[in-house]
C-alpha cells in the first residue's frame, strides 16, 4: 500500500516559484504511475501533471503548460512538482497520488493513494 506525503507548499506572490514534494515507499515509484492534482475552495479535484512509473511519458493540463513540471527521483522515492510564474489562479490545495499502470492518467477515479495535501497560496 502507498503511503504518500506532501511538503513544500506556502504563501507566495504571483510571479514567483515553488517546488512541491511527495515521499512514498521506495517501490511506489517503480509500481505505480503518480500525478498531481489540485482542489481549489468550492471547486472540484483537478488533475496537474503526471508521470508514467517508467518515466517516458509525462502529461501536463493545458492550463500549467510551460510553467509547471513534474518529475521523480527513485533513489530519493520523491516525486516533484516545479511550479514556475505562478499565479493567483494556481491557490489550491494540491495532493500527489498514485495509480496502476493502464488506467487513464488525468481522471482522479484512477487513482487508488493519495497524500493528505499540501496548500498553496499566490497572492497578487
Known amino acids: 500500500q502507498a503511503q504518500l506525503v506532501e511538503s513544500g507548499g506556502g504563501l507566495v506572490q504571483a510571479g514567483e516559484s515553488l517546488r512541491l514534494s511527495c515521499t512514498a515507499p521506495?517501490?511506489?515509484?517503480?509500481?505505480?504511475?503518480t500525478a498531481w492534482f489540485r482542489q481549489a475552495p468550492g471547486k472540484e479535484r483537478e488533475f496537474v501533471a503526471a508521470?508514467?512509473?517508467?518515466?517516458?511519458?509525462?502529461y501536463n493540463q493545458e492550463a500549467v503548460k510551460g510553467r509547471f513540471t513534474i518529475s521523480k527521483n527513485r533513489a530519493k522515492s520523491t516525486l516533484y512538482l516545479q511550479m514556475n510564474n505562478l499565479k493567483v489562479e494556481d491557490t489550491a490545495v494540491y495532493y500527489c497520488?498514485?495509480?496502476?499502470?493502464?488506467?487513464?492518467?488525468?481522471?482522479?477515479?484512477?487513482?487508488?493513494?493519495w497524500g493528505q495535501g499540501t496548500q498553496v497560496t499566490v497572492s497578487s
Open positions: 508521470i508514467s512509473r517508467t518515466e517516458d511519458t509525462t
Open positions: 497520488a498514485a495509480a496502476e499502470p493502464g488506467k487513464p492518467a488525468g481522471i482522479a477515479s484512477s487513482y487508488d493513494y
Open positions: 521506495y517501490r511506489t515509484f517503480m509500481w505505480y504511475n
